[in-house]
């Protein structure tokens, strides 16, 4: 069966450090990743997909990005935090071997910028 | 106008009622339909998913498209206290590498 794992989860960060989460999924090849942040009461934004190795295309302009330098690992980085990063970020998998367009999703890192 | 609209609540209930929660979207073009279930501070987990039209049973919960709307639904039968949590819908179009997500609809089901 397929897990996907997300550390660390809980981070608090001050203003200007830099950030990195990892995601990592367990159990398919090649998977579609994904980087969302959901803001407190909001709903999901998508920040980062990918569709392979190197391959990262990016949703929403800020400073944040990502890197996938392998197949089953997903990175979201930053070289300075701001405030409004504050956040819960999730990310999630989906497989090309269904027939199907389901994102299964990580546990999640609750994210605070002070 | 957003592409997928949906009622945030919060929605509260005794238990044992059927709740039913909803999203409209405008994009015709929209063939998968997923129901989410997220408690807190958890990530959101796959409930019911549906192809193009149609209903779709799983024990209490129920997901209904009518794609003539643009409407779909998750009806939840002899609701439980566990039920408790954000339902979020969410859609794509057949082949698109991204799902359109609602803004979650935040249900409480009190003994």
């Known amino acids: 069966s397929q897990t996907i794992h997300q550390w660390p989860a809980t981070l608090v960060q001050p203003v200007g450090s830099p950030l990195s989460l990892e995601c990592t999924v367990e159990?398919?090849?090649?998977?579609?990743l994904y980087w969302y942040r959901q803001a407190a009461g909001r709903g999901l934004q998508l920040l980062f997909y990918s569709v392979g190795i190197g391959q990262i295309s990016s949703e929403v302009p800020q400073n944040l990005s990502a890197s996938r330098p392998q197949d089953r690992q997903f990175i979201l980085s930053s070289k300075k935090l701001l405030l409004s990063d504050s956040g819960f970020y999730l990310c999630?998998?989906?497989?090309?071997?269904?027939?199907?367009?389901?994102?299964?999703f990580g546990p999640g890192t609750r994210l605070t910028v002070l | 106008q957003k592409e997928v609209e949906q009622d945030p609540g919060p929605l509260s209930v005794p238990e044992g009622a059927i709740v039913s929660l909803n999203c409209t979207y405008s994009n015709s073009a929209f063939q998968y339909f997923m129901w989410y279930r997220q408690y807190s501070r958890k990530g959101p987990e796959l409930l019911m998913y549906?192809?193009?039209?149609g209903n779709k049973e799983d024990g209490r919960f129920t997901a209904q498209v009518d794609k003539s709307s643009k409407y779909i639904s998750l009806f939840i039968r002899d609701s439980q206290p566990s039920d408790s949590a954000t339902y979020l819908c969410?859609?794509?179009?057949?082949?698109?590498?991204?799902?359109?997500f609602g803004a979650g609809t935040r249900l409480a089901v009190h003994p």
């Open positions: 159990g398919t090849s090649n998977p579609n």
């Open positions: 969410a859609m794509s179009v057949s082949g698109y590498n991204k799902l359109i």
């Open positions: 549906t192809y193009s039209s």
């Open positions: 999630a998998w989906k497989s090309w071997a269904r027939n199907t367009d389901t994102q299964y």
